[in-house]
């Protein structure tokens, strides 16, 4: 069961509660099983978030919504890409931890997100990549958003419907860090081992 006790061995997972299981409610706790069965453990923001199952719901609804897009020129690897670079501006230890480690399985490229968190503009990135996280940056940073941002994206393949697709994901994982933030969330050590060697997924 899902409760403050299964931690009490290890540093606990954030300030906040995590609830047992037989007090959730029941379409949390199935789609927590669900999770836990594919990925073979439980991520620590599932735990945490459902303290507030109404929240829990809106956050999880909208974090399918525009991860799980099938249109778009957005890869699943760029998607992860944007979250560590802007999750990296934003200090954020959980979100950059969980998605370096799903952008190691997406892309195959055990060492891209690393140099991405150390510094994005020296890593091994093409001019699309570059021009993909600077756009997300510049939301994630609350610059002045002008249409040169814009322009320069077009010059590397993407339209307006992408450009709303970067802002949104940097945009709800703005929130995502600060919400990781106050309630000190901490990473599963097992995202630290995944895809560190390619073909592993």
């Known amino acids: 069961a899902y409760g403050t006790k299964e931690e009490s061995a290890v540093r606990p997972i954030g300030r906040y509660p995590v609830p047992n299981k037989k007090d959730m409610p029941y379409d949390i706790v199935e789609l927590m099983e669900e999770v836990e069965r594919k990925a073979g453990f439980l991520p620590n923001i599932f735990k945490v978030m459902c303290h507030r ?8 609804a909208y974090y399918n919504v525009i991860m799980k897009k099938d249109t778009g020129r957005l ?3 760029d998607k992860e890409l944007i979250i560590v670079a802007t999750s990296a501006e934003n200090r954020c230890p959980y979100c950059v931890t969980a998605h370096a480690a799903f952008h190691r ?7 891209r997100a690393d140099q991405v968190i150390v510094n994005w503009k ?7 990549d570059l021009a993909m996280l600077e756009f997300a940056l510049a939301v994630c940073r609350a610059d002045n958003i002008t249409e040169e941002h814009f322009q320069k994206l077009e010059r590397h393949g993407f339209d307006r419907e992408d450009a709303w697709d970067i802002g949104m994901i940097s945009a709800f994982f703005a929130m995502s860090n600060r919400i990781a933030h106050f309630i000190d969330l901490h990473p599963n050590e097992e995202f630290y081992r995944m895809g560190r060697e390619k073909g592993e997924a």
């Open 75 to 77: 890869s699943k690897a």
């Open 105 to 111: 399985i997406y892309s195959q490229q055990p060492a």
């Open 122 to 128: 020296k890593a091994d990135l093409s001019d699309r």
């Open 53 to 60: 199952p109404a929240e829990f719901r809106a956050f999880f």
